[in-house]
């Protein structure tokens, strides 16, 4: 195994699409690029509270389990994240990584097109495809066909995706990931924007600052706001189960 092979870049949150590219450029574009939001199995780093946002405790834990296989970080710390992902950076620094501090700003907001979004389809897979364009943005070849929403799904990528297996192919996405897919991270105007009239589930991971929006974006728009800290469990699906067929 080479060492291009072996080193990776890691990233979390949205980080600016230029500074990836010289961080890229930097190491080399060879080296495989790694999300550290993305629960993958690597055992509790011990660094934080259990009573952490699940997400920041996967950049954490992620990284430290790959250790020197880090090449880099790119990490979003602005807006477009949250003051714990500014933590986090802040913690792989004193682990001795190298660490490159992203802060998107709205000059470099973009006008995607929300294809994934609002086109119909497996709702984990689209979800999948809208993080994916924040290291490839290009158009899709084989984009979904638009459809009408039945039901809404507000929010960012839960840790366990179990939850998003119960919605129908009808369902539209907002909240931070439709503002990923639109290439405008920081929007908070755009994350705040929901269909009046849609069934929709204001979803945020427990101990995060979003759970502020969640909770009056349901009340405002009569949806459920929903939290989960780890797993999803059978409580939490029966009630999101159960407001989607009643919707």
């Known amino acids: ?15 600016r699409r230029a500074l990836l590219r010289e961080v890229r450029e930097r190491f080399s574009e060879d ?14 780093s011990g660094l934080l509270p259990r009573a952490t946002c699940r997400i ?62 609002t086109g119909r389809g497996d709702l984990p897979g689209r979800i999948d495809r809208i993080m994916e364009t924040i290291v490839d943005p290009s158009p899709p070849a084989d984009p979904p066909v638009r459809c009408e929403p039945s039901h ?22 907002y ?19 929901v269909d009046e009239g849609i069934s929709t589930v204001f979803f945020h991971q427990s101990f995060c600052a979003k759970q502020d929006l969640a909770h009056n974006l349901a009340e405002r728009y009569g949806g459920i706001a929903v939290d989960c800290h780890r797993e999803i469990n059978d ?4 009630k999101v189960e159960a407001f989607i067929k009643l919707s």
């Not at 999300?35 to 690597?42: F, I, K, T, Y």
């Not at 880099?72 to 003051?83: I, T």
């Not at 792989?92 to 470099?108: A, I, Q, T, Y």
């Open 1 to 15: 195994m080479t060492d291009n092979q072996r080193k990776l870049i890691g990233y979390f949150g949205f980080p």
């Open 31 to 44: 080296l495989q690029l790694v999300d550290l939001d993305v629960a993958a199995g690597a055992p509790d």
């Open 56 to 117: 920041i405790a996967n950049i954490v834990d992620n990284a430290a389990h790959l250790g020197d296989r880090l090449s880099a970080v790119v990490a979003a710390v602005g807006e477009d994240k949250c003051d714990r992902g500014r933590h986090a950076a802040w913690i792989l620094k004193d682990m001795g990584l190298k660490v490159f501090e992203s802060r998107f700003p709205e000059d470099e907001f973009e006008d995607r097109e929300l294809v994934w979004s």
């Open 152 to 173: 809404g799904f507000w929010g960012v990528p839960p840790n366990d995706f179990r939850l998003l297996e119960l919605f129908p192919e009808t369902t539209h996405i």
């Open 175 to 193: 909240g931070w990931i439709r503002c990923v897919e639109a290439g405008r991270p920081a929007d908070l105007d755009l994350e705040c924007m």
């Open 235 to 238: 409580s939490i699906l029966a």
